[in-house]
């Protein structure tokens, strides 16, 4: 039943003003909805949605809250660079990046955090 549906990840922020810098800006995501001191909603591949709605107190958790799939890691990363974004590094047990990328075996990946502190996940998968 849902594994045939889209799904719509919400995250949160508590400044939107911020938000809608980064995830338009930035990423270069088109808004589809904006309601001031609500939410907002941008545009996805596949025709899948993105909302950032607002909060008091933003986000409590450090692990990815979503992710993009995309077919050139590399490239889209350098294009993220040159928005602004900064690429995460990580140097802990278990999970190091190298130039912001971690290989996981099954798919490389990359980080990123908006402006609420929501760690989204920029994947490249093995074929």
Known sequence: MLGD???HPVLL????DAARE???ARLGLSILVERPDEAIEFA???GTKLAVTKSTTGTADSQSQAGWIVPDLEA???ELRSRGVKIEEYD???FKTEDGIADFGF???AFIVDP???ALAIIQDRA
């Open 5 to 7: 549906c889209p799904i």
């Open 44 to 46: 996805c591949g596949g």
């Open 107 to 109: 798919a490389r990946m």
């Open 76 to 78: 889209t990363l350098a």
């Open 13 to 16: 922020a508590t400044d939107l």
């Open 22 to 24: 980064f995830y338009h």
């Open 92 to 94: 802990l047990p278990g």
């Open 116 to 118: 609420g502190g929501n």
